[in-house]
């Protein structure tokens, strides 16, 4: 759980970094423009489509988002394993693969462990 919660304290720090009073990114033709009519720099209309995509205040709803998933998943680990280590929860089962997938965007960071990876389901 380190991991992933580093990761989402440096997106949220990175974040709250590019936050402009009363300021949204969004893409406007060629370029990256603040509503506050600020142009922040001429980009290609891709590029910009997806930086606009990734403004500050829409990273910190995603970080908030699985910073609840990580916390549900260790409430849900705290109950336990059974005789053969299995979680008593199907939930904490359930939330280990969404923690283990939150954790793979990350999957070239140097911290990253491959054993975190998870295996596709048959048939998938």
């Known amino acids: 759980m380190a991991f992933i919660r580093a990761r989402l304290d440096e997106d949220m720090n990175l974040a709250l970094d590019c936050i402009v009073k009363d300021g949204r990114w ?29 403004d500050p205040a829409r990273v910190i709803r995603r970080v908030e988002a699985h910073r609840a998933i990580v916390d549900a998943y260790t409430d849900a680990t705290d109950l336990g394993t059974d005789a053969r280590g299995a979680f008593v929860s199907d939930r904490a089962t359930g939330l280990g693969i969404a923690v283990k997938k939150m954790a793979a965007e990350h999957s070239d960071h140097p911290d990253y462990e491959a054993e975190w990876s998870v295996e596709p389901e048959p048939g998938s």
């Open 26 to 54: 969004r893409a406007e033709g060629t370029s990256l423009v603040l509503d506050t009519a600020a142009e922040i720099e001429r980009v290609y209309l891709a590029i910009a489509d997806h930086m606009a995509r990734h």
